[in-house]
C-alpha cells in the first residue's frame, strides 16, 4: 500500500521560503515520478511540479517557476519543495502524488489525472 506524507506547511509572510517534504512508502521510491499540486479556497487544484523518478528532469507550472525547486532523495524516499519568495497568491493546500504507472507523456504528469497516490496535504498561509 502507497503512501504520501506530507509535511513543513505553515503561516508566513510575503517574501519568506518555505520547504515541503513527502515521504514515501509501500513501494520503491526510486522507480515513480512525483508531482506536487495545490489547492486554493474556492478554487480548483492546480498542478505545481513534477519530477522524475530518478530526479533527470523537473517541470513546473508557469506561476511558480523561478520561486520554486522541486527536488527528491531516493535514499529517504522524500521529495522537497523549497518555495522561495511566496506570495499571498501561493496560499493553498499542498498536496504530494504519484502515480501507479511510469514513462507518461510530460504533459500527462501536468495532470492529476495522471496521479493514483496522494497525500493528505499540508496548508500553507502567506500574508501580504
Known amino acids: 500500500q502507497v503512501q504520501l506524507v506530507e509535511s513543513g506547511g505553515g503561516a508566513v509572510q510575503a517574501g519568506d521560503s518555505l520547504r515541503l517534504s513527502c515521504t514515501a512508502s509501500?513501494?520503491?521510491?526510486?522507480?515513480?515520478?512525483m508531482g506536487w499540486f495545490r489547492q486554493a479556497p474556492g478554487k480548483e487544484r492546480e498542478f505545481v511540479a513534477t519530477?522524475?523518478?530518478?530526479?533527470?528532469?523537473?517541470y513546473y507550472s508557469d506561476s511558480v517557476k523561478g520561486r520554486f525547486t522541486l527536488s527528491r532523495d531516493n535514499t529517504k524516499n522524500t521529495v522537497y519543495l523549497q518555495m522561495n519568495s511566496l506570495k499571498p497568491e501561493d496560499t493553498a493546500v499542498y498536496y504530494c502524488?504519484?502515480?501507479?504507472?511510469?514513462?507518461?507523456?510530460?504533459?500527462?504528469?501536468?495532470?492529476?489525472?495522471?496521479?493514483?497516490?496522494w497525500g493528505r496535504g499540508t496548508s500553507v498561509t502567506v500574508s501580504a
Open positions: 519530477i522524475a523518478g530518478g530526479g533527470q528532469w523537473t
Open positions: 509501500g513501494r520503491t521510491f526510486g522507480d515513480y515520478a
Open positions: 502524488a504519484s502515480p501507479k504507472g511510469r514513462n507518461y507523456s510530460v504533459r500527462s504528469y501536468y495532470s492529476q489525472r495522471t496521479y493514483d497516490y
